[in-house]
């Protein structure tokens, strides 16, 4: 499979060169020269398929041509070692636990299978080191960090905002140490992702050092999520036969919603989709008007959705041929404040007892503002309740149990580098490595 750029003006690469450049040489993003549809037979039998099974399916679709089946099988199931389940939270309204993975957020399984897939090339090319660049406004960070920890060959650098990500997120990638450095930055998401794109188009750089990004940018990171909508819609089936679902996806970089589009191109069922913002609309601005105005993010209690440009919007208009009319047909949007949130938060606890991150209370409150007659939803619960305690805590008025899994990151000791927004220092820092 080729992949282009979505600028249009770089060479065509094979699936080994986007994933190690992360970026085109255009600034564009990698989109596969086509999307593989999948029979009507794996359509027909998808609910008596496990996870792995059917997700092994969806990834031969995308890397069957470039990766030897009995390797990618084994990066799939090797990835894929705990269960997302389907969680009825109201009627009509389904939540999709993304967070039992071992960050407990959604983004494990798109860093896991990248440092598998990356470390499959290294080894197979004999590349000395490859440096992997991260920016995070929260879950991106922990993710890839255990992800590629301890993985031979690969250093990971995450990139944060300072003193905008919780405490618990922050612990899951500075207590690492080993092949894992955390920058911490003084600005804002934004700015940790400018300064990861200017490092891929700064030659001086590039011909140092071996250079790539796990980010949503690229495609190693953001196909793979496109499992989580096929196995969604499986354990659908088994309660609702023959149901179409209404999706709806918290949405930050874009990376998470996009690779749900490609799954529905691929055939998936799926009715339509939301995209649920916080108060950093820029897409929900984008629905109404039909112009894109990226502008600097505000922090939000959603603080992973807290994206001032998202970079995978060039993605969805690649998809859809830069068509307002035709992404506004399968994507409608939504955006909440603080307080809605929270509100969201402290009723569906309320009522229904379920407990809900600030992010997945945007998806809810979506869906359940959002659905028609007749409709069945699936929201996308991205993340898990503690990992940002004090503030659920606060607007539930009840103890939110930390999992032992978070425990054991909490006790660790943050080593952090302070890194200020200026490129030039960020470069001369790794010109040093």
């Avoid at 770089?10 to 999307?35: N, Q, W, Y």
């Avoid at 890839?144 to 997120?169: D, T, W």
């Avoid at 096929?230 to 309660?239: G, I, S, T, V």
């Avoid at 505000?298 to 959705?305: D, E, G, K, P, R």
Wanted: with cysteine; charged share 20%.
């Amino acid at each position: 499979m080729k992949y282009y750029s979505t600028s249009k003006q770089a060479p065509e690469a094979t699936l080994e060169e986007a994933v190690v450049k992360g970026l085109a040489a255009d600034k564009g993003l990698f989109m596969p020269r086509s999307i593989n549809p999948l029979p009507s037979t794996f359509y027909a039998e998808i609910v008596h398929l496990s996870f792995q099974e059917m997700a092994y399916r969806v990834a031969d679709a995308f890397f069957g041509e470039d990766v030897p089946a009995e390797t990618l099988k084994e990066i799939v199931y090797d990835t894929l070692n705990f269960d997302v389940p389907l969680v009825p939270v109201s009627p009509g309204i389904y939540s999709l636990e993304l967070f039992h993975g071992p960050t407990l957020a959604f983004k494990d399984v798109g860093g896991r299978f990248m440092a598998r897939l990356l470390g499959y090339f290294i080894r197979k090319e004999g590349k000395q080191q490859v440096n992997v660049l991260v920016a995070t406004s929260g879950d991106t960070g922990s993710a890839v960090a255990n992800g590629f920890l301890g993985v031979e060959g690969i250093h990971v650098y995450v990139l944060y905002p300072k003193g905008k990500v919780s405490e618990i997120q922050e612990k899951q990638f500075t207590t690492l140490g080993r092949n894992i450095t955390a920058l911490e930055v003084d600005g804002t998401f934004d700015d940790c992702q400018a300064l990861v794109k200017s490092a891929f188009m700064d030659a001086e750089l590039n011909a140092h050092m071996q250079l790539t990004s796990a980010n949503s940018i690229n495609v190693a990171r953001f196909l793979p999520q496109a499992f989580y909508y096929f196995y969604a819609y499986a354990q659908l089936q088994r309660l609702q036969p023959g149901v179409q679902p209404v999706i709806c996806v918290p949405s930050g970089n874009f990376g998470n919603i996009t690779a749900g589009l490609f799954g529905k191109r691929m055939g998936l069922p799926i009715s339509r989709f939301i995209a649920a913002n916080n108060r950093n609309d820029i897409f929900y601005q984008y629905l109404q008007t039909g112009e894109y105005n990226p502008r600097p993010s505000v922090a939000t209690l959603a603080n992973a959705m807290d994206v001032g440009n998202p970079s995978n919007f060039a993605r969805v208009l690649d998809l859809y041929g830069h068509s307002h009319d035709a992404i506004a047909t399968e994507v409608s949007g939504a955006t909440y404040t603080d307080e809605q949130i929270a509100e969201t938060m402290r009723a569906t606890w309320q009522e229904h007892h379920y407990l809900l991150d600030p992010h997945g209370a945007c998806g809810y409150r979506a869906l359940a503002e959002g659905l028609r007659t007749g409709e069945v939803g699936i929201f996308l619960e991205t993340a898990h309740p503690a990992k940002f305690k004090d503030t659920v805590e606060q607007i539930i008025g009840a103890e939110v149990a930390v999992p032992a899994k978070l425990q054991a990151f909490m006790r660790g000791t943050k080593q952090s580098l302070p890194m200020s927004k200026e490129f030039a220092q960020f470069k001369a820092y790794l010109m040093q490595q």
